[in-house]
């Protein structure tokens, strides 16, 4: 459920209604709900109620300040995997306790800094990189907690670019060799190992991964019980999908995640923690554009939008699907048209939707991205020199301009040119 409704023909974010903001901020725009982020969030913290837990929400799929300030605000934290994302979690107060560090390439400086301003731990996915946090570790006198990420080799069924715990994935620790990385990894100064990590996958819509890959955790945890080390914290990542078309079969609620998470892995005594990033912030935001232009081609209809896929990636890189709604409500009964919906850029690859049957629109009409809230902005680029753009939040009656647009002079003085020429 989300917060983005028609109120009187006009489709409203909480109380505001989105052509006013529009009027005022100009297209295209983010725009994204508090209200929603919060029950999104909640959810998910409820549903983990009965075991000790913390719901690490995964800033990569919105990171923007005031998001972050958000959900740190009603409890999260934060699942960081760079140095910038560290950086944005500290700045905005996320006590360091609740910093979680993933990533697959932690480099010795983000490592180094983490360390020395403090997190709650770095989930590990290499000996090689363990060995890096041991070496910085014991250069600064500390010890890093750490856990370590393991490849169930588990297929999370969802799309190939993001399935992450399959044996041929870059991701983890084989499973099968989890008893010599953890001796490996207990043997080195500088290193305190506290429990185990585990992310197969995003926007997955079924539970049956989640729950084999779980069901291996529990196995694991038991068996490196045994050999003596001191597992407390099992991190369970994130992954759980959202339904992005309302005609969709509906995605496993968080609750029904949150009883096979104690189902699976309750009986063991871990502080449990998760790492959503999408089911947070996907349905949380939408991308409002105008129309530019309506094209009739051969034998199809273009909606050229003033939003590209340099602000949008998703459909040109995952095929992925975004109901596109209008802010004016269509009139009930009217014959839906059909579109290619394109944006602007100079490559056929800018196609946001083949044959898209939705209300008639015409230029000039604004139109939204539904469920843009996750991976949205932050994949967002400037090419074609297009700037970034901004990101609006709406909190009951009120709204914010939570990034600004830049102008065409702070984009292009980001350039130095060289003194020979
Ligand atoms: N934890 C780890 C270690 C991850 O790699 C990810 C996502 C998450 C948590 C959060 O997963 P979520 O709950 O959001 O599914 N850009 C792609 C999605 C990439 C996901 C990368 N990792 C997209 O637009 O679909």
Redesign the pocket.
């Known amino acids: 459920m989300d917060h983005f409704l028609y109120n009187e023909g006009v489709l409203h974010a909480e109380d505001v209604s989105v052509a006013e903001i529009a009027a005022e901020v100009g297209t295209p725009f983010y725009l994204y709900s508090t209200a929603t982020l919060l029950r999104h969030f909640t959810l998910f913290d409820e549903a983990l109620g009965s075991m000790p837990h913390l719901v690490c929400y995964?800033m990569?799929?919105a990171s923007n300040q005031a998001i972050l300030r958000t959900l740190a605000d009603a409890g999260a934290g934060m699942?960081v995997?760079s140095g910038g994302e560290y950086a944005r979690a500290k700045a905005v107060g996320v006590p360091s306790e609740r910093i979680v560090f993933?990533g697959v390439g932690k480099t010795h400086q983000e490592i180094h800094d983490a360390l020395t301003g403090g997190l709650r731990q770095f989930n590990v996915e290499s000996e090689p990189e363990m060995e890096a946090i041991s070496e910085v570790a014991s250069s600064l006198g500390m010890e890093a907690p750490v856990t370590i990420r393991v490849n169930p080799d588990v297929d999370a069924r969802t799309h190939a670019k993001?399935a992450?715990g399959k044996s041929e994935n870059k991701f983890g620790i084989p499973i099968s060799r989890a008893r010599e990385v953890y001796a490996m990894a207990a043997a080195l100064p500088g290193i305190r190992v506290i429990g185990i990590d585990v992310?197969i996958g995003?926007?997955l819509t079924d539970l049956a991964p989640f729950e084999a890959a779980y069901k291996k955790v529990a196995d694991l945890t038991e068996m490196l019980r045994s050999e003596g080390h001191d597992i407390q914290r099992l991190d369970l990542?994130?992954?759980?999908g959202i339904p992005y078309t309302r005609s969709n079969e509906a995605p496993p609620l968080p609750t029904d995640y949150g009883a096979l998470i104690e189902r699976t892995v309750g009986h063991l005594g871990c502080e449990i923690e998760i790492?959503?990033?999408?089911?947070i912030a996907g349905n949380a935001g939408i991308l409002v554009t105008r129309v530019i232009y309506v094209k009739s081609g051969e034998d199809r209809n273009f909606l050229i939008l003033d939003a590209a896929m340099n602000d949008l990636i998703?459909p040109a890189m995952?095929e992925?699907h975004h109901d596109i709604i209008p802010i004016v409500e269509a009139t009930p009964g009217a014959e839906p048209a059909t579109y290619d919906v394109v944006g602007p850029v100079c490559e056929s690859g800018d196609t946001f939707a083949k044959g898209r049957h939705m209300p008639e629109v015409a230029a000039g009409d604004l139109v939204a991205f539904r469920s843009a809230g996750?991976?949205g902005a932050v994949?967002s680029s400037e090419y074609n020199t297009r700037p970034l753009i901004p990101e609006v939040m709406v909190h009951g009656h009120q709204f914010a301009v939570i990034r600004a647009r830049p102008t065409f002079d702070e984009i292009i003085n980001r350039d130095t040119i060289p003194q020979w020429l």
């Open positions: 995964a990569k799929a699942d995997v993933s993001i992450t992310h995003s926007q990542g994130g992954g759980l790492e959503p990033g999408r089911l998703r995952y992925a996750a991976y994949m």
